[in-house]
């Protein structure tokens, strides 16, 4: 990011900067995982896992009731790596930030090492991006890589069309998401009133009611008429046939009258 903003001074580089934190992250990973005493990241020796080391670590005043430790994948073979993603237990949260490559020299793509790792952990892994999600990552506070090529590409077209880029300062706000996978959620057993109301879930499998509940909610709107149209009508018979009954006894008494004398009772 210091690079990017160096740039930001050349009157023709211009875009988005991909400005992590895993602050929020960690915050909400102590929510879910209450017992934690420490914070274990996966890292490599790339540039970026060098950076993004940098930035876990930096971290750790805000949080002085963490252990902060890393696992660096550059410097294990593959075993001892995902043997000591397995040791890990419920006194630990695991942040996954990259492993691309590792002792063996093994070069993983995202959803590879995710896949690979996520399948022996028996804690869930938080992560800080994207890249890797729907793969076993459970989530957290990510940055879209999707949203961000949103902007980078309507700056591009501001500048086709004419738009001088030196107008155009470079964004430092990185577009974040809360995102997890349900998948992920169900296996750990983390229920969704423990996630952000705004959290995106991914892998979501729609609930009977999300299902029909339209259907439902219609077809007893319509039932509800119906069955006040049946009490109407069952009360107007009702009513009706008292009125029959009044108008019959009344018939029946004006008959008597016509016909018998009131004294007597006699023709």
Same mark, same amino acid.
């Given at each position: 990011s210091e690079k990017a903003l160096e740039l930001n001074q050349e009157p023709d580089v211009t875009g988005v900067i991909e400005n992590q934190t895993y602050e929020d992250t960690i915050k909400l990973a102590k929510k879910i995982c209450p017992?934690?005493?420490?914070?274990v990241s996966i890292?490599?020796?790339? !540039?970026?896992? %060098? @950076?993004a080391r940098k930035e876990f670590y930096s971290c750790q005043d805000?949080?002085?009731?963490?252990?902060?430790?890393?696992?660096?994948?550059?410097e294990l073979s593959q075993k001892d790596l995902i043997g000591r993603v397995?040791?890990?237990d419920q006194s630990s949260i695991l942040l996954y930030i990259l492993c691309s490559n590792d002792k063996d020299g093994n070069v993983y793509a995202s959803?590879?090492? !995710?896949?690979? %790792? @996520?399948?022996?952990?028996?804690?869930?892994?938080?992560?800080?991006?994207?890249?890797?999600?729907?793969?076993?990552?459970?989530?957290?506070?990510?940055?879209s890589h999707e949203e961000m090529g949103e902007i980078a590409g309507e700056?591009?077209?501001?500048?086709?069309?004419?738009?001088p880029c030196e107008n155009m300062d470079v964004i430092t706000d990185s577009p974040m998401t809360y995102c997890f996978d349900e998948t992920?959620?169900?296996?750990?057993?983390i229920s969704r009133s423990m996630l952000p109301d705004d959290a995106k879930i991914i892998n979501h499998e729609e609930t009977f009611m999300e299902q029909y509940g339209k259907v439902i909610r219609i077809t007893s709107v319509i039932g509800g008429i119906m069955v006040l149209f049946i009490i109407w009508l069952v009360r107007d018979n009702m009513h009706k046939r008292k009125v029959n009954e009044t108008i019959s006894s009344l018939n029946k008494k004006l008959n008597f009258m016509a016909r018998y004398d009131a004294l007597t009772s006699l023709l």
């Amino acid at each position: 990011s210091e690079k990017a903003l160096e740039l930001n001074q050349e009157p023709d580089v211009t875009g988005v900067i991909e400005n992590q934190t895993y602050e929020d992250t960690i915050k909400l990973a102590k929510k879910i995982c209450p017992q934690a005493t420490r914070i274990v990241s996966i890292v490599d020796n790339t !540039v970026t896992g %060098l @950076s993004a080391r940098k930035e876990f670590y930096s971290c750790q005043d805000s949080f002085p009731d963490l252990e902060f430790h890393d696992i660096n994948a550059s410097e294990l073979s593959q075993k001892d790596l995902i043997g000591r993603v397995e040791s890990l237990d419920q006194s630990s949260i695991l942040l996954y930030i990259l492993c691309s490559n590792d002792k063996d020299g093994n070069v993983y793509a995202s959803a590879e090492s !995710v896949q690979m %790792l @996520s399948s022996r952990a028996h804690i869930p892994m938080f992560s800080g991006i994207s890249i890797g999600m729907g793969k076993g990552l459970l989530g957290g506070e990510i940055v879209s890589h999707e949203e961000m090529g949103e902007i980078a590409g309507e700056m591009a077209l501001k500048i086709l069309n004419g738009e001088p880029c030196e107008n155009m300062d470079v964004i430092t706000d990185s577009p974040m998401t809360y995102c997890f996978d349900e998948t992920v959620m169900k296996r750990f057993g983390i229920s969704r009133s423990m996630l952000p109301d705004d959290a995106k879930i991914i892998n979501h499998e729609e609930t009977f009611m999300e299902q029909y509940g339209k259907v439902i909610r219609i077809t007893s709107v319509i039932g509800g008429i119906m069955v006040l149209f049946i009490i109407w009508l069952v009360r107007d018979n009702m009513h009706k046939r008292k009125v029959n009954e009044t108008i019959s006894s009344l018939n029946k008494k004006l008959n008597f009258m016509a016909r018998y004398d009131a004294l007597t009772s006699l023709l």
